[in-house]
Each structure stands twice: as structure tokens, then as C-alpha cells.
């Protein structure tokens, strides 16, 4: 895949198309859906688990992560900067990245045994759909470069879905806040700043699914509580 410039921006995981503008524009399906309970004490701006769990849910275990979604990412510029057209990614770091929420959810969903990652989609009961949303950076290019702090935010909808069926069992959207958010635009091996946001998401999918399943046991965490959506 060849490196693109285009004057929307931005790949983490694999190079897709971007839109620059002043907001984030993303509800999640399952918001209002009365079939889906919205999760407290989550870790994650908002967490969406099924109320109509399959009889044999409970004993899902083989994870499959897809690739994720870059279709329709958003990069959300510092208030009056005009678009950087400068943000692209190769397929170094398409690889790069890749590997990382890979390798992340691996170890947290992996966490205690309670799944297993498994190579092949057709050897999942469930698949992790992961969808990039939108980039915030809060200083421009030029900021940066004259010395500014490169922080910034990123948002992600992850959606656990049931391989045979394809309905969403759980879905987590959540921003997270790291000190390098350009650590997403030049991209390097093991950055821990794009690596500790996997891995915080996939903390967050794993409690949402052990909720659902009924398996949560984390004597450490405060309980995931749900409530009807109104």
C-alpha cells in the first residue's frame, strides 16, 4: 500500500482516508437501543452491552482481531488552525501499528486465561471490530516543531461481535489523552505512548465481556454496573 497525501489525513493501523474538522461526529448504534444496557465503572466514555445473550455465550473464548476500521477517521485541529495535509503513514507503520493492538489485546484479553487469540476469523466465537474515529492533536505542526508539548487524544469505537451471528455483544467508545499524539503520525517501534492506548482499550472490552458472560471476578476493580438505557 503506498504512502498517500491527501488533505483529510491521518492511518494508525492500516492507511485509510481522513477528514479534518472541529468535532467529533460519532453516536455508536447502540446508543438508546433498549436492547443494549449501558455499563458503569467501565474505564471508557461509554460502554454498550447485549441484553439478549445466546445460550452458549457464556462459554466463548476464541477471540479473532480483525483489522481496524480507518474508513472515516476524523482529525479534530487545534481551534483556528487551518488543515495539515502533512499526516500520512507507510506501510512500515501501518505494519507497525498493526502488530501493536495486536500484540495488546492479545496480553489483556488474554489476561488470567480468560480468552484466547486465535489466527484465522473462522476459529473465533468472537470477533474484535476496532474503528478509529478521530485524532486530536492539541498543538499544530509548527507549534510542535517550535517547542510546543505534542499531546493530544485519540477516539476509538471497539466492538466485540458474535462470529456466527454478527451481532454486537459489547461496543466501548472512548478517548483517550497521551503525551505524544504525534507518536501516531511518525510512527516507531514499541512506542509506549500508542501502546499503553491499546492496551487500556482492550482492558476495557475484556471487562465488558466477562460482565456479559457473567465471569467478572476482579477483586481489585469496582464491579461493571449496567443499567437500561432510557
Known amino acids: 500500500m503506498a504512502t498517500k497525501k491527501i488533505a ?22 447502540e446508543k438508546g437501543d433498549p436492547e443494549y ?16 445473550t445466546e445460550p452458549d455465550g457464556r462459554d466463548f473464548r476464541n477471540v479473532y482481531v480483525e483489522p481496524a476500521d480507518l474508513s472515516d477517521i476524523r482529525i479534530i485541529q487545534p481551534e483556528g488552525a487551518s488543515a495539515d495535509e502533512e499526516w500520512a503513514v507507510s506501510d512500515v507503520e501501518d505494519e507497525i501499528l498493526q502488530k501493536a493492538i495486536i500484540r ?14 486465535v489466527e484465522q476469523r473462522d476459529q ?20 510542535v516543531e517550535a517547542g510546543a508539548k505534542s499531546g493530544g487524544a485519540i477516539t476509538a469505537s471497539i466492538a466485540l461481535v458474535n ?13 483517550k489523552s ?18 499503553l492506548i491499546f492496551r487500556t482499550w482492550g482492558n476495557s472490552i475484556r471487562r465488558g465481556m466477562l460482565q456479559l458472560q457473567g465471569r467478572s471476578t476482579d477483586p481489585l476493580a469496582q464491579p461493571v454496573l449496567v443499567k437500561k438505557q432510557q
Open 37 to 52: 444496557m449501558k455499563g458503569k465503572n467501565t474505564r471508557a466514555d461509554a460502554l454498550y452491552i447485549s441484553s439478549d
Open 104 to 117: 495488546e489485546f492479545t496480553h489483556t484479553l488474554g489476561y488470567q486465561s480468560a480468552y484466547n487469540i
Open 178 to 195: 497521551t503525551d505524544n499524539i504525534w507518536a501516531f503520525h511518525q510512527v516507531n517501534n514499541d512506542e509506549p505512548g500508542y501502546a
Open 163 to 175: 462470529a456466527s451471528t454478527g451481532a454486537v455483544m459489547v461496543r466501548s467508545v472512548d478517548t
Open 124 to 143: 473465533a466465537e468472537i470477533v474484535v471490530h476496532t474503528t478509529v474515529v478521530a485524532i486530536h492533536p492539541y498543538a499544530t505542526r509548527s507549534e
Open 8 to 29: 483529510v489525513l491521518i492511518a494508525t493501523l492500516v492507511l485509510a482516508a481522513c477528514t479534518q474538522t472541529n468535532e467529533v461526529s460519532y453516536t455508536p448504534p
